[in-house]
């Protein structure tokens, strides 16, 4: 059974860092893309970064790209996601998921259950 955590969201305020963790279980990690998605409240879901399986090719949406970092520890079987200089756009519920390619995690079929960020002054 496939299952994605997701930890290490929380509360920060304006320009501050979070790190954000999908660890897996049934599922090595480094066979498949994972992609870091965010959706806030009456927004749709966004996909904020990916990580290509094997390569480990990187992918950032514009309105992360120099702030956000995503990588992969094979020996943990676990993603991060260091968030830095974090805004209060930024805000939202953050998910991970696991697919074949970065376009297809878009539709994938694990997901985790989700970690709330919240940046506020």
């Known amino acids: 059974q496939v299952q994605l955590v997701e930890s290490g969201g929380g509360l920060v305020q304006p320009g501050g860092s979070l790190r954000l963790s999908c660890a897996a279980s049934?599922?090595?990690?480094?066979?498949?893309?994972i992609g870091w998605f965010r959706q806030a409240p009456g927004k749709e879901r966004e996909r904020v970064s990916c990580i290509s399986r094997s390569v480990g090719k990187t992918y950032y949406a514009d309105s992360v790209k120099g702030r956000f970092t995503i990588s992969r520890d094979t020996a943990k079987n676990t993603v991060y996601l260091q968030m830095n200089n974090l805004k209060l756009e930024d805000t939202a519920v953050y998910y991970c998921?696991?697919?074949?390619?970065?376009?297809?995690?878009?539709?994938?079929?694990?997901w985790g259950q989700g970690t709330q960020v919240t940046v506020s002054s």
């Open positions: 049934g599922v090595m990690l480094d066979r498949y893309a």
């Open positions: 998921a696991a697919d074949l390619t970065c376009t297809g995690v878009r539709t994938a079929d694990y």
